[in-house]
C-alpha cells in the first residue's frame, strides 16, 4: 500500500517511525506546510526534502497513493479527509475526527460517498488493558456492570503555542475522547445522558478547562464517571487512568500495574486484589493499520470507522455542550 502521510509534527513522526518498520507499506510523500516541521523531519528524521508537499492537493497531483495517513491537528482533519476522498482514497485519520461534530457528520457522509474506508486511531482500546477487560466482562466475571469510576491525574500537554494549550476544551476534546471511546468498548455499550462540570487550577497551562467532572448514564441503568486533571503536579495515574468497575459479583480494577478482580463481600470465596493476567495483544499501531488495511481488503467497515467513532465523538461535544449549558444533555441532541 502507498500512502501520503500529512503532518510532520510530533505525533507524524512517531508515525513515520511506526510504519517504516512494516513492509507492506511505503510513504510516497508527505505534506507539511510549516519550515520548522519540515526542516526537524529532513534533518532529524531522514525524510527526503523533495518528498514534502506544501499541500494536499499538491501532493495528489505529483504521486499515486492508495491512502492518506492524517497527523495534522484536529481543526485540520476535515480539510485533509474531504481532499483525500475528492481523490478517492481511504484515509486512517488521527483522533479526534474533528473539533467540530456537525463537521465531523459532514466528514462521515463525504467518505460513504466516496466509497472509500475511514477509521480513526482510537489506540487505546487496542491496549491490552481494554482487550482483557472487555473479554472477562463479556465472560461475566463480575456480573452486570452497573457502575464505572475513571480517575485521571496528569500534567497533560504542555507544549507552549500548541493545540493541546491554547484551544478551548482541548481535555475533553483531544484526550478524552480516548477514555470515551474506551468506555464504549470495554463496556460495549452507548450512554444516553451525560452532565459535566468543567474548570480551571489557578497553577494551570491550558487555556481551555482542563479539569472535569462528568457523569454519563447509560439505557441499561449503568453509570459512568469520570474526573480528570490535567495540570496535576503531582500523583499521576497512567494515560488509561484508574478505572474501577462494580457489578453484582465485584470488582475489576485498573491500577498503574495492572488489572485486579475482588470479590470480597457477600461471597464465600473472597478474592482480594487478584492480578488478571493481559491478554497478549500486538502494538497498538500495528493493530490498527492491519485492521485498516483488512477492511480495505475485504471491504468491510473497519473496527473505529469514522462511521463508529460519531457515537464516541458525541460523548466529548454532548460533555462540553453540558458543561456550556449547565444541564444534562441527551447525546441524541448533540
Ligand atoms: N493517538 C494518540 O495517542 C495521539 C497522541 C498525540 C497526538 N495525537 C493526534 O495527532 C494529531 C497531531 O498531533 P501533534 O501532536 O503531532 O500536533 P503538532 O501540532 O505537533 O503537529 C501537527 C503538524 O501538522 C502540520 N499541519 C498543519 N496544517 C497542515 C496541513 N494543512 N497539512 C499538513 N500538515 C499540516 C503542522 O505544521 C504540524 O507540523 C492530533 O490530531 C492529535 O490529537 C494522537
Not at 527526503?48 to 505529483?62: G, M, V
Not at 451525560?194 to 453509570?223: C, E, M, R
Request: charged content about 20%.
Amino acid at each position: 500500500m502507498k500512502a501520503i502521510l500529512t503532518g510532520l509534527g510530533g505525533q507524524g513522526l512517531s508515525w513515520l517511525g511506526d510504519i517504516r518498520r512494516r513492509d507492506d507499506v511505503e510513504i510516497v510523500a508527505f505534506v507539511e506546510p510549516f519550515e520548522a516541521s519540515i526542516s526537524r523531519a529532513v534533518e532529524k528524521h531522514g525524510v527526503p526534502r523533495e518528498a514534502i508537499f506544501p499541500s494536499l492537493d499538491e501532493a495528489i497531483k505529483n504521486v499515486q497513493a492508495d491512502f492518506v495517513l492524517d497527523v495534522t491537528p484536529p481543526a485540520v482533519h476535515h480539510e485533509v479527509a474531504f481532499k483525500a476522498f475528492d481523490a478517492g482514497l481511504h484515509v486512517l485519520g488521527e483522533k479526534p475526527l474533528s473539533d467540530n461534530f456537525q463537521i465531523a457528520k459532514d466528514v462521515v457522509l463525504a467518505g460513504q460517498k466516496a466509497g472509500v474506508k475511514h477509521m480513526i486511531t482510537q489506540n487505546y482500546r487496542f491496549g491490552d488493558q481494554p482487550r482483557t477487560t472487555r473479554k472477562v466482562l463479556d465472560e461475566g466475571l463480575i456480573g452486570q456492570p452497573g457502575q464505572a469510576d475513571i480517575r485521571f491525574y496528569m500534567p497533560w500537554a504542555d507544549n507552549p503555542g500548541s493545540h493541546y494549550v491554547t484551544q478551548p476544551f482541548m481535555l475533553i476534546n483531544d484526550m478524552m475522547i480516548h477514555h470515551f471511546d474506551l468506555l464504549r468498548y470495554v463496556l460495549n455499550q452507548d450512554p444516553e445522558t451525560v452532565q459535566a462540570i468543567t474548570w480551571n487550577q489557578p497553577w494551570g497551562w491550558h487555556a481551555g478547562d482542563a479539569a472535569h467532572a462528568i457523569v454519563f448514564k447509560y439505557p441499561s441503568g449503568l453509570v459512568a464517571t469520570h474526573v480528570a486533571l490535567a495540570c496535576d503536579n503531582g500523583h499521576q495515574t497512567t494515560y488509561n487512568g484508574d478505572w474501577h468497575i462494580a457489578g453484582p459479583l465485584g470488582s475489576l480494577d485498573w491500577q498503574k500495574d495492572g488489572t485486579f478482580y475482588w470479590h470480597q463481600h457477600r461471597t464465600d470465596n473472597p478474592v482480594v486484589n487478584q492480578r488478571v493476567e493481559h491478554l497478549p495483544v500486538p502494538p497498538q499501531r500495528t493493530a490498527m493499520v492491519d485492521e485498516f488495511f483488512a477492511a480495505i481488503r475485504e471491504n468491510r467497515e473497519p473496527e473505529c470507522s469514522a462511521q463508529d467513532n460519531l457515537k464516541s465523538l458525541a460523548m466529548v461535544f454532548g460533555a462540553i455542550q453540558s458543561s456550556k449549558e449547565g444541564r444534562v444533555v441527551q447525546l441524541s441532541e448533540v
